[in-house]
């Protein structure tokens, strides 16, 4: 403590009136202890207020944080929702395509039923067309059942129902069926020679087999 703020000055010195406890101090220094208690004073002020700033910031840090989570925590239910929505329109995609097949379906079996009767009675009129060549004066009812045969193979063929052309050919047990063997030594074996039934496509699938006649080797007697 320095009394009443008197100093007295000798050769630069400052002395305290205290004999007790006597200090010297150069006048630079005391104005340096000055200027530092100033600085440190400042530096304290200082220090408060970036406390309170950085309390302040720990405040908004926390706020921030949760409402991070809250942000994480609504993306989590949004692609939760959307992943819901992406698996209900796929089923509902395979439903249609099931439903869209299970028609098709439907409609190619009630279609095939229809051809097949149709064929059948197409068949029916090719048998009475040869059966009138036996009759006299049946020119003319020949004509006119060659003529119904005519459109009935014209609606087969707008309906994509193809006939199969099997004579010369070698049998498929997938497109033909064998009503009849025949010998034939100059006709390799398996040979389709004649329809008795004419097979029909139907969309590249085999609507009808067709019924034929086969050949096979004579058989050789060993003597």
């Known amino acids: 403590m320095f009394e009443n703020g008197m100093f007295d000055f000798f050769n630069g010195r400052r002395t305290l009136e205290d004999p007790r406890k006597k200090v010297v101090l150069l006048q630079e220094e005391y104005e340096k202890l000055l200027e530092d208690r100033e600085a440190l004073e400042l530096l304290s002020e200082k ?42 329109k796929a089923d509902l995609e395979n439903y249609k395509k099931l439903i869209e097949r299970q028609n098709n379906n439907y409609k190619l079996q009630a279609t095939t039923n229809i051809l097949k009767k149709i064929i059948s009675h197409h068949d029916d009129l090719v048998r009475a067309v040869k059966n009138v060549d036996s009759q ?3 020119i003319q009812v020949k004509k006119g059942f060659e003529m119904v045969i005519k459109n009935l193979e014209k609606i087969l063929i707008e309906e994509n129902v193809i006939p199969m052309n099997c004579e010369g050919e070698k049998f498929d047990p997938y497109k033909q069926e064998v009503l009849m063997v025949r ?20 969309h590249g699938e085999v609507l009808r087999p067709a019924r034929v006649v086969i050949s096979k080797k004579p058989t050789t007697i060993s003597k």
């Open 183 to 202: 010998e034939e030594d100059e006709i390799p074996e398996n040979t389709i020679l004649e329809e008795l039934e004419k097979g029909y496509f139907y």
């Open 47 to 88: 220090f408060k207020e970036l406390a309170l700033k950085n309390k302040a910031l720990e405040e908004e840090m926390k706020l921030l944080k949760s409402e991070l989570h809250q942000i994480d925590s609504l993306k989590q239910e949004k692609q939760e929702v959307l992943n819901s929505l992406i698996r209900a």
């Open 136 to 138: 006299e004066n049946g």
